[in-house]
C-alpha cells in the first residue's frame, strides 16, 4: 500500500508556470509506475502524464505535450509535474496515481490516489 500527498498548486496567469509534487509513503514506491490525472468542474478525469517505475519511459496527453514534464526521484519517494506555458483549460485538480503494474500509463492498475490539488490558471 501507498499514500499519496499532492502539492505544489494553485493560482498562476496564463503562461505562467507551476511544478507539483506527489510524496509517497512505504518503501516500494520505486516499484509503481506513476501518473498525473486532472478533473476539471463538470468533466470526467482525465489522463494528463505518466512515468514508468524506473523513470525509463514517460507518456503524455496529447493537449499538454511539449508544455508539461512528469519526472521522479526514487530516492525522494516523490513524482513530479512540470507545467509550463500554462492555459486557463488547465484549470482544474490534479491527482497523482500510483501503478501496481509499474508501467504508469494505458491499461493498468491506478490502484492508489492522492486527494488532489487544485490548479487554477487565471486569462
Known amino acids: 500500500q501507498v499514500q499519496l500527498v499532492e502539492s505544489g498548486g494553485g493560482l498562476v496567469q496564463a503562461g505562467g508556470s507551476l511544478r507539483l509534487s506527489c510524496a509517497a509513503s512505504g518503501r516500494t514506491f520505486s516499484s509503481y509506475g506513476m501518473g498525473w490525472f486532472r478533473q476539471a468542474p463538470g468533466k470526467e478525469r482525465e489522463f494528463v502524464a505518466g512515468?514508468?517505475?524506473?523513470?525509463?519511459?514517460?507518456y503524455y496527453a496529447d493537449s499538454i505535450k511539449g508544455r508539461f514534464t512528469i519526472s521522479r526521484d526514487n530516492a525522494k519517494n516523490t513524482v513530479y509535474l512540470q507545467m509550463k506555458s500554462l492555459k486557463p483549460e488547465d484549470t482544474a485538480v490534479y491527482y497523482c496515481?500510483?501503478?501496481?503494474w509499474g508501467v504508469g500509463a494505458g491499461r493498468t492498475d491506478f490502484a492508489f490516489w492522492g486527494q488532489g490539488t487544485q490548479v487554477t490558471v487565471s486569462s
Open positions: 496515481a500510483a501503478d501496481r
Open positions: 512515468i514508468s517505475w524506473s523513470g525509463g519511459s514517460t
